[in-house]
């Protein structure tokens, strides 16, 4: 094996590797502007070069490697061969043996996995500590000998340095029960009950970059979709992919998923409504209640003859289309289609003959007739139409909602679409029903972050776009905080289309220290979920629970304080706070930025904290965070949970009850 110095000199022979690799992509670029062959193949192949020398570009100055597996001479194929691993493939000509392995491959998967009694042929696993970009130490465990020691120090190290800046990745750090979760196969949906802190985030976008890897050319073609919960923190994990060179994944919000432009908000009563299930029957009521029955026979002229398609004809049509119907305007396409097809069938048997031409005459002739039996619509002028329209909603909402729902729902006065005021609720209704319109697109892949915040109607959506693929669902049924948040992942997998995935529990809190974990274990008993405790990987940290007169002078003492030490801080408070708490410390020189900013100190309303580390937390006033929302004591749960390193909680009311007798 290697000593530190020629270590580091292989470090350096692999980034002059990359160096080549990156100016020989970026060459065959222009190379490939020049390539003879068609057009489309040589649209392709510029495409991908083009995408090969960004990728590599943007590796940057990465190590090049984070690990190695050396294994005995006993070892079946890799039979004392020994592997680089970093997070992408370095090679240094072609057709000899890569420099360093990609995490991804599959002979990389026993470097996660192994252990001192389950070796997998492996004698030595080494890994690298690095301080920037320089390789400072490795550490190497001895498997073949049994070696069951108690951790990495180099892992521990690594979990625990101070956060600064955007989520890292956790590729040299991953657990044996995070890589199970990472490599399960595409075809396969997956629930991940993850624990504050146990990296169910990370092991999401690993999963990620993982199937892109194992099936590059299939979800090129469909796509791959990660579902954040706000933008705060999309930009929180926006570096992960691309370290990992992965960079063409859609990272977006539900909100900004259905691409529906809002201007107001609704009641809670009405939201809640809205976000029910239920309302897909509704909206299925009264998009199909718009088909009719013919009065009459269809008559088409056509020169000197006249076309007939008598009225039984007509209507076993229409209710065949309705029968077997896909999609609303399939259905009417598949009505106009076949009143043709008769219309062909009369004029070939008169000796006609019935070109391209003259059948798309005959669909423009049919078309009023059938918009009256079977009429063109659109999303929002159904959706406009029916909350304008009290008669409407009643028929549409009968034996499915109460009459105090329809009301809720209602608006006072009648609007077209072009002058509504659409809401966010308003917009799942708009997908469900644009869905019931026409099919949408779909991904070969989806990955929900905070997924027990979603409604019913919200899942709905997202299951249509993953109808023909496979989803990661991550999320935590103790931080559910919305008014229609999962008590049980049975119900929101059915919503989302895949009420077979398996549910896999991670209890293991790398990133949450063990005395923050115990304060915010005590609330989960009086939550109204069923999930296990979270067990503390680390034996850090601190807790600092104090009482205050007056707590913006606190605040900025406990800012001030946070400051001397290492490390992203971040005051959250309840909502209505957070503006004078930011002014109360700027008076006294301390500049915040918002959740999505990059400043050192970071003022977060408290319901946007969800899904954000910081490695100090200042938590104000738990009583007023509770009383702002119906499930307060679960954002309580989730602001504690923030913090990675320190947790500083200040208050001048009473703790909740949960809390009492808490000393720190």
């Known amino acids: 094996m290697r000593d530190l110095d020629d270590e580091r000199a292989y470090a350096e022979r692999c980034r002059e590797a990359l160096r080549r690799m990156v100016a020989g992509a970026r060459e065959n670029v222009v190379i490939g502007e020049d390539t003879w062959g068609d057009r489309y193949t040589a649209e392709r192949l510029g495409f991908y070069l083009k995408t090969l020398a960004r990728d590599l570009g943007e590796e940057g100055d990465n190590p090049p490697f984070f690990g190695l597996i050396a294994y005995g001479a006993d070892a079946g194929e890799h039979g004392g061969q020994t592997y680089y691993l970093g997070r992408r493939h370095i090679s240094d000509a072609i057709g000899r043996p890569p420099m360093v392995i990609d995490w991804r491959a599959p002979v990389s998967t026993a470097f996660y996995q192994a252990s001192g009694t389950d070796p997998r042929g492996i004698e030595t696993r080494r890994r690298f500590g690095w301080s920037a970009n320089a390789l400072t130490s490795f550490e190497d465990e001895h498997l073949a000998a049994g070696d069951t020691s108690a951790g990495s120090d180099l892992v521990r190290r690594e979990i625990e340095r101070a956060r600064v800046g955007p989520m890292r990745d956790i590729v040299a750090t991953i657990q044996p029960e995070q890589d199970e979760v990472v490599r399960t196969d595409l075809e396969v949906s997956v629930c991940v009950q993850g624990a504050p802190g146990t990296g169910k985030t990370a092991v999401g976008l690993h999963r990620a970059a993982y199937l892109l890897y194992a099936h590059r050319s299939r979800l090129q073609r469909s796509g791959v979709l990660v579902l954040g919960p706000n933008r705060a923190f999309l930009h929180y994990i926006s570096a992960v992919l691309p370290t990992l060179g992965e960079v063409d994944v859609e990272q977006t919000t539900i909100e900004e998923l259905l691409s529906i432009r809002t201007s107001s908000t609704d009641e809670q009563e009405a939201a809640a409504v809205k976000h029910d299930a239920r309302m897909a029957a509704v909206l299925r009521n009264a998009v199909y209640a718009r088909i009719g029955r013919p009065d009459d026979a269809l008559v088409v002229p056509d020169g000197s003859y006249k076309w007939r398609v008598n009225r039984h004809e007509f209507d076993a049509i229409v209710s065949d289309a309705r029968a077997d ?131 019913p109607m919200q899942c709905r959506a997202i299951a249509r776009r993953s109808e023909h693929g496979s989803i990661t ?173 320190r947790l500083d909680v200040l208050h001048c009311r009473d703790l909740p009850s949960q809390l009492k007798g808490t000393r720190a």
């Open 325 to 455: 119907v896909t999609t609303y305007l399939t259905g009417r396409e598949r009505v106009i289609a076949r009143i043709v097809a008769s219309l062909q069938r009369q004029a070939e048997a008169r000796g006609q003959n019935c070109n391209g031409v003259w059948l798309r005459r005959m669909a423009r002739a049919a078309t009023p007739a059938v918009d009256a039996v079977w009429p063109n619509v659109k999303a929002d002028e159904i959706l406009a139409e029916l909350v304008s329209d009290r008669e409407l909603l009643a028929d549409a909402a009968r034996d499915v909602l109460s009459p105090d729902e329809q009301a809720a729902i209602a608006w006072p006065r009648a609007r077209k679409p072009k002058s509504a005021r659409w809401t966010p609720a308003d917009a799942v209704l708009l997908d469900e029903v644009s869905a019931l319109l026409h099919r949408g697109p779909t991904y070969g892949h989806v990955i929900v972050d905070e997924a027990q915040d979603l409604s």
């Open 473 to 645: 669902v991550l999320g935590d049924l103790a931080q559910g905080t919305t008014p229609w948040a999962a008590r049980t992942w049975t119900d929101q997998l059915s919503h989302l289309g895949k009420a077979e995935a398996e549910v896999i529990a991670l209890t293991t809190g790398y990133r949450v220290p063990a005395a923050v974990v115990e304060l915010a274990n005590l609330l989960l008993v009086s939550l109204p979920v069923d999930v296990p405790e979270t067990v503390s990987f680390r034996a850090d940290g601190r807790l600092r629970i104090t009482r205050a007169d007056d707590l913006r002078s606190a605040a900025v003492d406990a800012v001030r304080a946070a400051l001397k030490e290492e490390g992203s801080i971040g005051v959250i408070a309840a909502d209505t706070e957070v503006d004078s708490l930011a002014d109360v410390l700027r008076v006294d020189g301390i500049e915040t930025t918002p959740p999505d900013g990059d400043g050192r100190v970071a003022m977060v309303p408290a319901s946007l904290a969800k899904g954000l580390e910081y490695d100090h937390v200042i938590a104000v006033e738990p009583a007023t965070i509770i009383e702002a929302e119906p499930r307060g004591l679960n954002r309580l749960y989730v602001i504690l949970t923030r913090a990675v390193s």
